[in-house]
């Protein structure tokens, strides 16, 4: 049975029990929902409200259900009633798509906490939805989509220092600066960026704490630093593991204390501002070489984001290629790429990310003459690819060879079949990092179909 929350504490969000039949202590339950404001409803797969999943047990087919109800990004809360599940079995469920499980209270106390859940849910999925974020963060991953739900949280409803990682060009001071747009604070400051690279060591002390006048040969006039421009903002240090250890510890002790002076006065100055720090390096790595203090790592990364590469995210390409190219074209509704650029786009590889392919779509847009969609003509020459890189056929001699060499050597269709289907899956799984969701959704498959045909492997080869 489903049924649909409709109280004023909570916003919608179905509810239903994981089995083929509801059992009696479920049943039982429906009355106490029903108080909670939860009334009958029937749902559908591509409703985007929040699913909340009652189990009695778990096995393989409630591990599925939960798998296909958070498809597509689709948040779901299990409740484990009439069962005492071990830890393994526990981290499963978050692990098959759950974003969190909670025990049933036989005397109903659990239904607050789950429309407290669920209420934050709908706050932040309304952020999520609102201008200030659609009109700069653009992708509908599923992996993706989770990460900007928690960044989402994390800006709008704490002060809680964050770290953004990754790669050059996947977008870290983009999203640095959506955590302070969205940022809830009523005398909110200026957004202040401090790029690491770029700070001159023998003005460092100016650029972080100000000076007075006279502080040193050249001060003419007094100056406001990095902190004091940031006072009740927010302070994004770009490539933060590029600073020196001395200043590490100068700005340890500002995150530490909240307080600074300038170089050359006395006088001890309020620094109350938000901190975010990014960076392309490995900062633990950094720290166990001696490079990055880690008390300093523990104080700027309570909230850690990994922003993934641009080739982490196809899906996400031709959306983004659009949103580009809406940019060059402000007025022009309709202006898209025809299908030989989006095939380009899509067969292109993108070294420097997000940034690399705003570069292209800006390349494409400055040769377009305003008419029509984008096509071929319009990349630079510089940016095509060679007649043999453009030619080259996956199923091409290379392909051809093996398969002949393969039925030479006495194999059939079924045995080259599945030895290719291995190798695509190895291939894949290695450069996800061994995520099998993500490995995957490249395969065309379900993760849970990934892993029943990788364990039928492993019982095979043992």
């Known amino acids: 049975m489903d049924t649909q929350a409709q109280s004023s504490a909570a916003p919608a969000a179905w509810c239903r029990f994981s089995g083929p039949s509801p059992p009696e202590p479920y049943l039982r339950l429906l009355p106490v929902l029903e108080s909670a404001g939860i009334q009958p409803q029937n749902s559908t797969p591509s409703d985007p409200r929040p699913v909340v999943l009652f189990i009695d047990q778990l096995d393989n087919s409630v591990l599925d259900k939960i798998r296909e109800s958070a498809q597509g990004g689709r948040r779901l809360m299990a409740i484990a009633f009439g069962c005492n599940l071990p830890m393994a079995e526990r981290w499963s469920v978050l692990a098959a798509g759950a974003c ?31 201008a200030a974020v659609r009109e700069q963060i653009v992708g509908a991953g599923p992996d993706w989509l989770a ?13 809680a220092p964050v770290l953004i990682t990754g790669e050059s060009g996947t977008g870290k001071e983009l999203i640095a600066s959506l955590i302070h747009a969205i940022d809830r604070r009523s005398t909110k400051g200026e957004f202040v960026l401090l790029d690491c690279t770029t700070i001159v060591p023998e003005l460092a002390g100016s650029e972080f704490f100000g000076h007075e006048r ?13 902190f004091a421009l940031a006072h009740r903002g927010t302070l994004f240090l770009d490539e933060v593991g590029e600073l020196p250890m001395t200043l590490q510890a100068s700005l340890l002790r500002v995150v530490q204390e909240r307080t600074y002076k300038r170089v050359g006065s006395n006088e001890w100055r309020a620094a109350d501002f938000r901190l975010i ?88 847009a400055y040769r377009h003459p305003g008419a029509g969609r ?14 043999d890189e453009a030619s080259v056929d996956w199923k091409g001699e290379p392909f051809r060879r093996s ?33 099998l969701q993500r490995a995957a959704r490249r395969l065309g498959i379900t993760d849970r179909a990934l892993q029943m045909r990788r364990a039928a492997r492993r019982q095979t080869d043992s």
């Open 277 to 364: 720090c990014a960076t392309n390096r490995d900062l633990i790595a950094e720290g166990s070489r001696g490079a990055f203090r880690r008390d300093l790592y523990y104080r700027i990364a309570a909230c850690t984001f990994h922003l993934p590469p641009l080739r982490y995210r196809p899906d996400d390409i031709l959306p983004l290629a659009r949103h580009f190219l809406r940019q060059h074209y402000p007025s022009e509704l309709d202006i898209d790429f025809d299908d030989a650029v989006c095939k380009y786009l899509l067969a292109r590889e993108y070294p420097g990310n997000v940034r690399d392919l705003k570069q292209i779509v800006g390349r494409m």
């Open 100 to 130: 969190d499980l909670l025990e049933w209270d036989s005397e109903g106390t659990t239904i607050p906490q789950v429309l407290a859940k669920i209420e934050r849910w709908d706050e932040v999925e309304m952020i999520l939805q609102s």
């Open 147 to 159: 990460m900007l739900r928690q960044i989402v949280e994390i800006a709008a409803l704490t002060l």
């Open 214 to 226: 006279g502080a040193y040969t050249g001060a003419v006039g007094q100056r406001d630093g990095a």
């Open 403 to 435: 398969v002949q060499r393969a039925v030479s050597m006495g194999f059939g269709l079924k045995e080259i079949g599945r030895s290719a289907e291995e190798v695509a899956e190895e291939f894949v799984v290695e450069q996800e990092s061994g995520n």
């Open 374 to 387: 984008i096509t071929l003509g319009d990349v630079p020459p510089e940016d095509r690819p060679s007649i």
